[in-house]
């Protein structure tokens, strides 16, 4: 075997391997938030489980801008010398604490702010509380770009699960304890705080380093371009709740009590978007390592596998979750909830849009251009406001908008991405499974008492779903026996 077959070998074991990690890791980071969105309705009122909701995405703007932007940022640079990973993690550690201080005050400071601009003051106290989550999460995410820029995905993958674990059982131990909101969001903030103090142990330290630093202009200029562009996308993904609460109505308790139903389906509907988290993970360091090489024929032959397989995979789930909506908020929730069933439906699709820009921007970013990351999501920020203001959850809208703007320009820049044949396909089979759903009858099997048969009911239903799906992908060949012996080589790493 060539050397060059064997380089190729080793990228696709260590993309496979990588894929299976991050993506058990993403499937056990979404348990674990079930496991807290199931556990908080029991413990505390609709309106204190808003207040929660409406929190956490305010912090988690925050979160996900520091913890990605971070985490992103030293990935690209260990990615382009691994010989210089540990002095590049010293320094992005020395970097990330100036910054994470001050952001973390100006959010602690603002929070009355805040509080009266969406005219509840209940919202001050669990605000100040939740200023404890970004100073210690984004350094925690310094030591997930060092382990993602080194592809070490195993060790990242294990303090992710330890992340997962440790927050749900804060949040839900804590809400028990106190049944309160402000107890459920200190127990957030605990959880945090041990997961940094364990990170170094878990992500140890690399072998045949050379000293080196990186440029501070260099380093802030990428990740200020590439904070921007993250904010940007998750004020993106979270306007339709922000505006729920601004809008819906002038009695905070009704505000409140919308927004705990919109939380609740959007926590579902986000599925879409968080089972191809992973693939970002993944993609984010080969494609950075590939471009600033100058490797133009790998560069395009990733996209074009990497937007096949997440357009098919998203499509699939948001299908899935948009055809079952009523059954799936009864089943996670319970009967109030399933008010918001119809929006659920248009919510999943638009998740999956979100989800799509999401992998087109950090392909994007990855190749070294975060500038223009930042300008789609502007732009597809500002039609997700105009159109939400006239019409609350027209966000899938303007995410499709987004999706197209990315795309054009990836084709341009690279001359590869969504192939037409297969998003003609994968919506012939996504007709499919609307079509099987409304032939079965809601009631298959009548054995079980309750919500059991309900939930048992739903198995059956997504079974035989996802089974026409794939009936369709193989007969309008985008399944061929490529992607199967594809999946056999995954088994056998």
Same mark, same amino acid.
């Given at each position: 075997?060539?050397?060059?077959?064997?380089?190729?070998?080793?990228?696709?074991?260590?993309?496979?391997?990588?894929?299976?990690?991050?993506?058990?890791?993403?499937?056990?980071?979404?348990?674990?938030?079930?496991?807290?969105?199931?556990?908080?309705?029991?413990?505390?009122?609709?309106?204190?489980? %808003?207040?929660?909701?409406?929190?956490?995405?305010?912090?988690?703007?925050?979160?996900?801008?520091? @913890?990605? %932007?971070?985490?992103?940022?030293?990935? +690209?640079?260990?990615?382009?010398?691994?010989?210089?990973?540990?002095?590049?993690?010293?320094?992005?550690? +020395?970097?990330?604490?100036?910054?994470?201080?001050?952001?973390?005050?100006?959010?602690?400071?603002?929070?009355?702010?805040?509080?009266?601009?969406?005219?509840?003051?209940?919202?001050?106290?669990?605000?100040?509380?939740?200023?404890?989550?970004?100073?210690?999460?984004?350094?925690?995410? #310094?030591?997930?770009?060092?382990?993602?820029?080194?592809?070490?995905?195993?060790?990242?993958?294990?303090?992710?699960?330890?992340?997962?674990?440790?927050?749900?059982?804060?949040?839900?131990?804590?809400?028990?304890?106190?049944?309160? @909101?402000?107890?459920?969001?200190?127990?957030?903030?605990?959880?945090?705080?041990?997961?940094?103090?364990?990170?170094?142990?878990?992500?140890?330290?690399?072998?045949?380093?050379?000293?080196?630093?990186?440029?501070?202009?260099?380093?802030? +200029?990428?990740?200020?371009?590439?904070?921007?562009?993250?904010? #940007?996308?998750?004020?993106?993904?979270?306007?339709?709740?922000?505006?729920?609460?601004?809008?819906?109505?002038?009695?905070?308790?009704?505000?409140?009590?919308?927004?705990?139903?919109?939380?609740?389906?959007?926590?579902?509907?986000?599925?879409?978007?968080?089972?191809?988290?992973?693939?970002?993970?993944?993609?984010?360091?080969?494609?950075?390592?590939?471009?600033?090489?100058?490797?133009?024929?790998?560069?395009?032959?990733?996209?074009?596998?990497?937007?096949?397989?997440?357009?098919?995979?998203?499509?699939?789930?948001?299908? #899935?979750?948009?055809?079952?909506?009523? @059954?799936?908020?009864?089943?996670?929730?319970?009967?109030?909830?399933?008010?918001?069933?119809?929006?659920?439906?248009?919510?999943?699709?638009?998740?999956?849009?979100?989800?799509?820009?999401?992998?087109?921007?950090?392909?994007?970013?990855?190749? %070294?251009?975060?500038?223009?990351?930042?300008?789609?999501?502007?732009?597809?920020?500002?039609?997700?406001?105009?159109?939400?203001?006239?019409?609350?959850?027209?966000?899938?809208?303007?995410?499709?908008?987004?999706?197209?703007?990315?795309?054009?320009?990836?084709?341009?820049?690279?001359?590869?991405?969504?192939?037409?044949?297969?998003?003609?396909? @994968?919506?012939?089979?996504?007709?499919?499974?609307?079509?099987?759903?409304?032939?079965?009858?809601?009631?298959?099997?009548?054995?079980?008492?309750?919500?059991?048969?309900?939930?048992?009911?739903?198995?059956?239903?997504? %079974?035989?779903?996802?089974?026409?799906?794939?009936?369709?992908?193989?007969?309008?060949?985008?399944?061929?026996?490529?992607?199967?012996?594809?999946?056999?080589?995954?088994?056998?790493?």
């Amino acid at each position: 075997m060539s050397a060059s077959n064997q380089e190729k070998d080793s990228l696709v074991k260590t993309i496979t391997q990588g894929t299976i990690y991050i993506t058990a890791a993403k499937l056990y980071f979404i348990v674990s938030s079930y496991a807290i969105y199931f556990a908080l309705p029991r413990l505390i009122s609709s309106e204190l489980f %808003g207040i929660y909701g409406f929190v956490i995405s305010i912090v988690s703007i925050i979160n996900v801008v520091l @913890v990605t %932007g971070t985490q992103q940022t030293v990935s +690209k640079f260990v990615s382009e010398d691994f010989r210089k990973a540990d002095s590049i993690k010293k320094q992005a550690l +020395k970097l990330q604490t100036i910054i994470a201080s001050t952001i973390t005050l100006v959010y602690f400071f603002s929070a009355p702010l805040i509080a009266n601009i969406f005219n509840d003051p209940a919202l001050i106290r669990p605000l100040q509380i939740s200023a404890l989550i970004p100073m210690f999460y984004s350094l925690y995410a #310094v030591y997930v770009g060092y382990l993602n820029g080194q592809r070490k995905f195993l060790p990242q993958a294990i303090l992710d699960c330890t992340y997962s674990t440790l927050k749900a059982a804060g949040i839900i131990i804590l809400a028990l304890i106190t049944s309160s @909101v402000n107890g459920a969001i200190f127990g957030f903030g605990v959880a945090v705080i041990i997961a940094f103090l364990l990170a170094p142990f878990v992500s140890g330290q690399s072998t045949n380093q050379e000293k080196g630093k990186i440029s501070v202009t260099t380093f802030l +200029k990428f990740q200020s371009e590439l904070l921007g562009a993250i904010l #940007v996308s998750n004020l993106l993904q979270r306007a339709d709740l922000i505006l729920i609460k601004k809008y819906i109505s002038t009695d905070s308790v009704i505000a409140n009590q919308m927004a705990g139903y919109y939380t609740a389906l959007m926590t579902i509907a986000g599925v879409t978007y968080q089972a191809i988290v992973s693939v970002a993970f993944i993609i984010f360091p080969i494609i950075s390592k590939a471009s600033f090489e100058q490797q133009k024929d790998e560069v395009k032959s990733y996209i074009r596998q990497i937007t096949k397989y997440t357009f098919m995979l998203m499509a699939l789930s948001a299908t #899935v979750f948009s055809s079952n909506a009523r @059954v799936v908020l009864e089943v996670l929730y319970n009967k109030e909830y399933t008010i918001g069933a119809e929006a659920l439906t248009i919510a999943a699709y638009g998740l999956m849009f979100f989800g799509l820009i999401y992998i087109l921007t950090t392909i994007i970013s990855s190749s %070294g251009k975060p500038r223009i990351s930042l300008i789609v999501a502007v732009i597809t920020l500002a039609f997700s406001i105009s159109i939400n203001i006239l019409l609350i959850s027209a966000t899938t809208i303007a995410m499709f908008i987004g999706v197209l703007l990315a795309s054009i320009y990836i084709y341009l820049i690279f001359k590869a991405c969504f192939n037409l044949k297969s998003v003609i396909s @994968v919506s012939i089979a996504v007709i499919c499974m609307y079509l099987v759903n409304n032939i079965l009858p809601d009631t298959l099997i009548n054995l079980f008492p309750g919500k059991l048969n309900i939930i048992i009911n739903l198995m059956f239903h997504i %079974g035989i779903q996802t089974s026409s799906y794939l009936i369709a992908l193989i007969i309008t060949r985008e399944l061929t026996s490529y992607e199967f012996n594809l999946i056999r080589k995954v088994i056998k790493v």
